[in-house]
C-alpha cells in the first residue's frame, strides 16, 4: 500500500472518529435536562428517548448504556468547567481581583449549569454502590481538586502569603460550600448564589496565612 493510500485511509478513520464524537456530544446535550431531571437512578436511555428527538436505537448506538451516558455528559461538562477557571487565574493581576473572579464564576455557574451539579453530586452519590461510575468519578474529581488548588495557590501567591491547608482540604471546604449553596438554590432560597459570592471570597481569604 503505497503512503499516499496510507495517508487517505488515516484521513477518512479521523473523521469518522470526529464525526462519531460531535454526534455523541449533540445527545449528551439532548439528554442532560432529563438527567438533571430525574437524577441517576430514576433515568434509562428508554425515558431520555421518550422525552428527546432521539430514538433509544440512537442512542444505544453511541453509547452502551446509562452509565456510559451519563459519565460522557459529566466528563464533558467538567473538562470544559476546568479551562475556565484557567482564565480566571491568568487574568487576575491582584488577589483581591482573583478572589471576586473566582466568587463570580461560582455563581455564575450555580446559577446557569444548576442540572448539570445536582447530576454531578447525584453521580458522586451513586459512585459508591455503582461500580461503573467510580473511575470517572474519582478521576474529576482529582481534576476539579487541581483547579481549585490552582485558584487557591495563584491567589495566597498574590498575597505574598502560603496557603493554611494541603490541597485536599482546598477542595473539600470550596466543594462542600458550593454543595450547600446548590441544596439551597434548589429548595427555593433566593439568597443563596448571593451568600456563596461573599462566602467564598471570605473563604479563600481565610485560607492564606500571612
Not at 15 to 38: M, N, S
Not at 50 to 79: A, N, W
Request: hydrophobic share 45%; net charge negative; glycine share 6%.
Amino acid at each position: 500500500m503505497s503512503q499516499a493510500v496510507e495517508q487517505e485511509l488515516d484521513r477518512f478513520a479521523r473523521a469518522h472518529v470526529d464525526k462519531f464524537e460531535v454526534r455523541r456530544g449533540e445527545l449528551a446535550d439532548a439528554a442532560l435536562a432529563t438527567l438533571g431531571e430525574l437524577g441517576v437512578t430514576r433515568t434509562s436511555l428508554r425515558e431520555i428517548a421518550r422525552k428527546t428527538e432521539f430514538s433509544h436505537g440512537v442512542l444505544h448506538y453511541y453509547f452502551r448504556d446509562k452509565d456510559e451516558l451519563i459519565t460522557y455528559c459529566v466528563r464533558r461538562y467538567k473538562e470544559h468547567c476546568v479551562t475556565r477557571y484557567d482564565e480566571i487565574v491568568a487574568e487576575a493581576t491582584s488577589a483581591d481581583q482573583l478572589a471576586a473572579l473566582f466568587a463570580d464564576a461560582l455563581v455564575g455557574t450555580l446559577l446557569e449549569d444548576t442540572s448539570m451539579h445536582r447530576l454531578w453530586y447525584d453521580m458522586r452519590s451513586q459512585a459508591m454502590f455503582v461500580s461503573g461510575l467510580g473511575a470517572t468519578v474519582t478521576d474529576l474529581d482529582r481534576q476539579l481538586e487541581a483547579m481549585v488548588w490552582h485558584v487557591v495557590s495563584r491567589y495566597v501567591e498574590l498575597r505574598g502569603a502560603r496557603c493554611a491547608v494541603a490541597s485536599p482540604t482546598a477542595y473539600a471546604v470550596f466543594d462542600g460550600l458550593f454543595e450547600n449553596s446548590l441544596v439551597r438554590h434548589l429548595s427555593g432560597d433566593t439568597g443563596a448564589a448571593e451568600r456563596l459570592r461573599g462566602d467564598a471570597a471570605w473563604l479563600i481569604a481565610t485560607l492564606a496565612r500571612d
